[in-house]
């Protein structure tokens, strides 16, 4: 039996930047943080010459290629496998559509088990570049790609993005003691919506291809805001990335009319009276999760439980995509 795992993540500055709409013209520039948070996949061979693909529905096929899944399907088909005498099965820690990179992490983890049935030694590099031409190129989903890359890599990882394709990846020059302040200081919370990326992110993907003015700009603004939050980090001063946090909320609210609503800005504007000192919407926005910086936490999530908000606590991934047996 094979198993494989990949973490979800969260962004903490320059989100939005790593669309190909985007990067292509002005490069991008974002900062991701994996965490203990995963979807799995087993894979191992069985007696019966079908393919058996179990995940929210059950698929049992010939091969791959009459799947009706499109990235388990198109992944068998890059990794040139047909899938006889295999049974797959995903499970995940966080339900999917809930803005922390669940897609794209499924996409990795199930490369990595197919490439280990195969023998096969992947780099982490290799590993994202794969999940972006499953899901970007050949299934054309408007997405960007730090979900693939900072599920591949883990850790606290700066990305640029640049025109042509190409991904440079750093590790954060954070000091161990803001790191460890910055996990114990950040809480996610539950607003109870799933949403589907891919709807909120077109409207900002044909904007920007239409080089609407109002989009590159909020874009270009929030992209400093990323290079600003790396420097806030690596210097060591939480307060002003909190701030940014909060700046960068109050820009990434104007993008879309899907990106809030009343109910999520209540939430919001409930923590930050109750001691947070900035936050944001993870992922694409339109529900999924709230992550707050606080240094007053018993307060604050008194505040959110009363509010009907259910906390995930969680620590930072330093292992990214990996086996877990093989």
Known sequence: MIIARSPLRITLGGGGTDLPSYYEKFGGFLI?????KYVYITL???FVPDLIVKYSELERVPDAARLKHPIIREAFAMVG???????LTSMADIPA???LGSSSSFTTALLKALHAHKKNLVHPAELAAQACEIELVRLKEPIGKQDQYIAAYGGITCFKFLPGGKVEAWPLKISNQTRHNLEDNLLLFFTGYSRSASAILKEQDQKSRQDDKAMIENLHFVKDLGLQSQRALEGGDLHEFARLMDVHWQRKKQRSGGMSNPKINEWYDLAM???????????AGGG???MFYAEDKTKLRQAM??????EVRFRFDFEGTKLVIS
């Open 32 to 36: 991701a943080a994996a965490i203990d």
């Open 44 to 46: 191992h061979d069985t």
């Open 81 to 87: 496998m047909d899938g006889h005498r295999l049974e």
């Open 97 to 99: 559509g809930t803005g």
């Open 273 to 283: 009276a109750s001691g947070a000192l900035g936050g944001k919407l993870i992922g």
């Open 288 to 290: 999924g999760f709230l």
């Open 305 to 310: 439980t009363r509010a009907g908000l259910e």
